[in-house]
């Protein structure tokens, strides 16, 4: 089927009590893969890509192969644009046919966040395309994107952020970090606190190397979509490693990139599964 908008995911996953496992695709094969491992959970999902992964094809490529590809799923999917750090990167994202953006104001002074988030909202409303906005920054390294700090969202600043800002969805920091350098250490009070007066849905971001039990607690607390990246990249870097190990002469790319789509869609099933047991 066609690409769906995030704001009706969101409304089936509150129907069907799911969380949305959104997960980071890099190239055609990484899609296929995602896609393949939401279709074979029976559940909706999101395909999402950063502005560091989009600079190898392109917005249009991205748009373009991730539309293509989901024609040929029953399940519904969104293409989200995850850590849109310019306003520029949005209007790319929303131009090109993405149907959920994200705009990542969280290392900017509240105000500033406000008033950045708020353009970002502006613009993607205009074409009906919902916005992910950040509250509080998340610590941590994933590809080129860094962030030395952490600080957990504040939840005295939350009912007035998603108000000023006009948000659809809040990325929050509980004590979740990107990648998998760091350690994550997850406070469930801070959640407890934010989700009592948020308006809007949360995002988890960073959910590899968080427990699936701690995942799942989170259902309960309006979170709605968790981040996965490096554990979907890491199956597909092993997989193709082990086929080089296994032979050094190795030339047949068509095969070793099924093995390494397979990887991935084997972890992707399996997290599917677990988040929503
Ligand atoms: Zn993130």
Not at 71 to 81: D, G, Q, S, V
Not at 102 to 108: E, F, N, R, V, Y
Not at 180 to 204: H, Q, R, T, W, Y
Request: with cysteine; net charge negative; aromatic share 6%.
């Amino acid at each position: 089927m066609p690409l769906v908008n995030m704001n009706e995911l969101v409304t089936i996953a509150k129907k069907n009590n799911v969380i949305l496992p959104a997960y980071n695709t890099t190239n055609v094969e990484m899609t296929l893969a995602i896609m393949d491992a939401f279709e074979k959970a029976g559940m909706p999902g999101i395909v999402q890509i950063a502005p560091t992964n989009v600079k190898l094809t392109g917005y249009d490529y991205i748009a373009q192969t991730t539309a293509m590809a989901a024609e040929k799923y029953i399940t519904p999917f969104a293409l989200h644009l995850d850590h849109g750090k310019t306003l520029e990167d949005v209007r790319q994202a929303v131009m090109a046919g993405f149907t959920s953006v994200m705009i990542d104001g969280a290392a900017l002074p509240f105000e500033e966040n406000i008033r950045f988030s708020r353009q970002a909202v502006d613009f993607a409303h205009c074409y009906g395309v919902p916005v992910e906005a950040e509250l509080g920054a998340i610590k941590g390294k994933e590809d080129d994107h860094v962030s030395e700090a952490d600080s957990h969202t504040n939840p005295n600043q939350v009912a007035e952020f998603c108000e000023r800002t006009g948000c659809d969805l809040l990325a929050v920091s509980i004590g979740n970090v990107h990648g998998l350098e760091e350690k994550p250490k997850i406070d469930l009070d801070c959640l407890k606190e934010i989700v009592a007066v948020s308006p809007v849905p949360l995002v988890l971001h960073g959910g590899s190397g968080i427990p699936d039990e701690t995942l799942r607690a989170m259902r309960d607390y309006n979170m709605i979509k968790i981040n996965i990246a490096s554990d979907l990249r890491q199956a597909f870097i092993r997989a193709v490693a082990k086929r080089h190990q296994e032979n050094p002469n190795e030339a047949n790319l068509a095969s070793v990139l099924l093995d390494a789509r397979a990887a991935v869609t084997e972890v992707a099933y399996n997290k599917t599964m677990a988040i929503n047991a």
